[in-house]
């Protein structure tokens, strides 16, 4: 797919993204030359960074709500290693270095690059010894019944974020391309020296470029219908807000606490095709409020827009009660999608479990969600799932398995995948039981 030089800069910068490649970048620093937009520098000495890659939350964008907005580009790259069996140590070397050069390049922020890479259990599977029981890391499987994906089972996942669509061009091209410089420093070692990318993946997420991106060349992509419906306003496709500070577990919650791997976390990545011709054309406002978040935010006429009203916390604590939610269905005949999948996100003190970081993609010119998901442990994802999929609350014909059961009907899961994020003194082609 070329790039359309008619585009506005925005726009045209969320498609060379998607594009990718030596042109893509080119063609991005045309429209945004490095002279007049100077990206911030890194740091000479990596120990300068904090232990935890997914650490992000303080070093991009936030509001005065004290939500945190995600990077607006992203790139995820599933690679894997070049040669059979376990790392050399010369790998382990190179990959460090190419990694210290991103260090050195960028500033940690939303301004310059934020990323991590971390590790499947197919990459630990490499090695005799088994990781420590302080890790959870299951290889991946079917969450539902009525789900059928494709398990990214890669060696490592390369996660790139900023705001410069320029820069995630940039350190892609500097790390498996031909670029000798990333932000004026020379490149010596790249990752593609000892990994190989088997699938890259793009998304975005901020008000106004889901509308943006709802139509290619004129026409609606697949999975938006005729009407365009999403709203300027919108961060995501489906319409509303997402990723309340008061509904995300803290950076502190999800990382794993014990063993060689403190200071780590494990991720959950799922991609998921969205559907959303009867979302909206079949669907009112008041009915999208009642899926998204609950019947109960319907009624008391909680959510205006696109929810920014909510602030911080979308309320749906409030609504979690079986009672509660058996009311709803018998009066509405639906339940709402936070509302099941919050039953099992909070744990005895009423703490949210996993941090959510999920954005939108038009990859293949079609509406979809990458859901990557921190945790301390896999199985914390796996049962925030099970309560999501509402399979206990089918009793009301109303409710089946998919229709009327908060948004089940409109998203479909193509990928999944499971992944360590080690600690970054471990985050250079670890063994299981690093020393």
Same mark, same amino acid.
């Given at each position: 797919?070329?790039?359309?030089?008619?585009?506005?800069?925005?726009?045209?910068?969320?498609?060379?993204?998607?594009?990718? $490649?030596?042109?893509?970048?080119?063609?991005?620093?045309?429209? !945004?030359?490095? !002279?007049?937009?100077? %990206?911030?520098?890194?740091?000479?000495?990596?120990?300068?960074?904090?232990?935890?890659?997914?650490?992000?939350?303080?070093?991009?964008? $936030?509001?005065?709500?004290?939500?945190?907005?995600?990077?607006?580009?992203?790139?995820?790259?599933?690679?894997? %290693?070049?040669?059979?069996?376990?790392?050399?140590?010369?790998?382990?070397?190179? %990959?460090?270095?190419?990694? =210290?050069?991103?260090? /050195?390049?960028?500033?940690?922020?939303?301004?310059?690059? %934020?990323?991590?890479?971390?590790?499947?259990?197919?990459?630990?599977?490499?090695?005799?010894?088994?990781?420590?029981?302080?890790?959870?890391?299951?290889?991946?499987?079917?969450?539902?019944?009525?789900?059928?994906?494709?398990?990214?089972?890669?060696?490592?996942?390369?996660?790139?974020?900023?705001?410069? #669509?320029?820069?995630?061009?940039? #350190?892609?091209?500097?790390?498996?391309?031909?670029?000798?410089?990333?932000?004026?420093?020379?490149?010596?070692? +790249?990752?593609?020296?000892?990994?190989?990318?088997?699938?890259?993946?793009?998304?975005?997420?901020? !008000?106004?470029?889901?509308?943006? /991106? @709802?139509?290619?060349?004129?026409?609606?992509?697949?999975?938006?219908?005729?009407?365009?419906?999403?709203?300027?306003?919108?961060?995501?496709?489906?319409?509303?807000?997402?990723?309340?500070?008061?509904?995300?577990?803290?950076?502190?919650?999800?990382?794993?606490?014990?063993?060689?791997?403190?200071?780590?976390?494990?991720?959950?990545?799922?991609?998921? =095709?969205?559907?959303?011709?009867?979302?909206?054309?079949?669907?009112?406002?008041?009915?999208?409020?009642?899926?998204?978040?609950?019947?109960?935010?319907?009624?008391?006429?909680?959510?205006? $827009?696109?929810?920014?009203?909510?602030?911080?916390?979308?309320?749906?604590?409030?609504?979690?009660?079986?009672?509660?939610?058996?009311?709803?269905?018998?009066?509405?005949? =639906?339940?709402?999608? !936070?509302?099941?999948?919050?039953?099992?996100?909070?744990?005895?003190?009423?703490?949210? +479990?996993?941090?959510?970081?999920?954005?939108?993609?038009?990859?293949?010119?079609?509406?979809?969600?990458?859901?990557?998901?921190?945790?301390?442990?896999?199985?914390?994802?796996?049962?925030? /799932?099970?309560?999501?999929?509402?399979?206990?609350?089918?009793?009301?014909?109303?409710?089946? @398995?998919?229709?009327?059961?908060?948004?089940?009907?409109?998203?479909?899961?193509?990928? =999944?995948?499971?992944?360590?994020?080690?600690?970054?003194?471990?985050?250079?082609?670890?063994?299981?039981?690093?020393?």
């Amino acid at each position: 797919m070329g790039l359309d030089e008619s585009l506005p800069r925005r726009q045209f910068m969320k498609a060379a993204v998607a594009v990718g $490649g030596a042109s893509a970048l080119s063609a991005c620093l045309g429209r !945004a030359p490095r !002279a007049g937009e100077p %990206v911030p520098e890194g740091v000479s000495d990596s120990s300068e960074l904090p232990q935890r890659q997914h650490a992000w939350n303080e070093r991009v964008r $936030g509001d005065d709500e004290g939500n945190v907005h995600l990077p607006r580009h992203q790139t995820i790259l599933y690679l894997n %290693v070049d040669a059979d069996g376990t790392p050399r140590s010369d790998a382990r070397e190179t %990959v460090e270095a190419a990694l =210290r050069t991103l260090d /050195r390049a960028y500033e940690r922020s939303n301004e310059g690059l %934020v990323y991590s890479v971390a590790y499947s259990p197919s990459y630990f599977e490499r090695f005799d010894d088994s990781l420590p029981d302080s890790v959870d890391l299951p290889e991946p499987r079917r969450l539902s019944g009525f789900e059928n994906p494709e398990f990214d089972t890669q060696d490592t996942l390369l996660h790139l974020a900023s705001d410069r #669509a320029d820069v995630v061009l940039e #350190a892609e091209e500097a790390m498996f391309g031909d670029r000798s410089e990333v932000n004026g420093l020379a490149v010596a070692d +790249r990752l593609g020296d000892a990994l190989t990318v088997d699938d890259r993946r793009t998304g975005f997420i901020g !008000a106004g470029m889901p509308a943006e /991106r @709802q139509t290619q060349r004129g026409e609606p992509i697949s999975g938006i219908p005729d009407s365009l419906p999403v709203p300027e306003a919108s961060p995501l496709f489906m319409g509303f807000e997402a990723g309340f500070a008061g509904n995300q577990a803290t950076e502190d919650y999800v990382t794993i606490e014990a063993g060689p791997f403190a200071g780590g976390t494990t991720k959950h990545v799922a991609n998921l =095709r969205q559907r959303l011709g009867d979302w909206y054309d079949e669907q009112t406002f008041e009915e999208r409020v009642m899926e998204m978040f609950s019947p109960s935010h319907a009624e008391q006429g909680r959510v205006e $827009g696109v929810g920014a009203n909510l602030g911080a916390d979308s309320g749906i604590d409030a609504f979690l009660d079986s009672e509660t939610i058996q009311q709803s269905i018998d009066e509405h005949g =639906r339940v709402g999608h !936070a509302q099941k999948a919050a039953r099992a996100n909070r744990d005895e003190d009423g703490n949210v +479990r996993i941090l959510r970081r999920h954005v939108e993609s038009t990859d293949g010119d079609m509406a979809s969600l990458h859901f990557p998901s921190l945790q301390r442990r896999l199985s914390t994802f796996e049962e925030v /799932r099970e309560a999501m999929n509402g399979d206990d609350l089918t009793d009301n014909p109303s409710v089946r @398995q998919r229709v009327n059961n908060g948004i089940l009907e409109y998203v479909f899961v193509q990928n =999944r995948g499971n992944f360590l994020v080690p600690p970054r003194r471990y985050r250079a082609l670890p063994t299981p039981r690093p020393a």
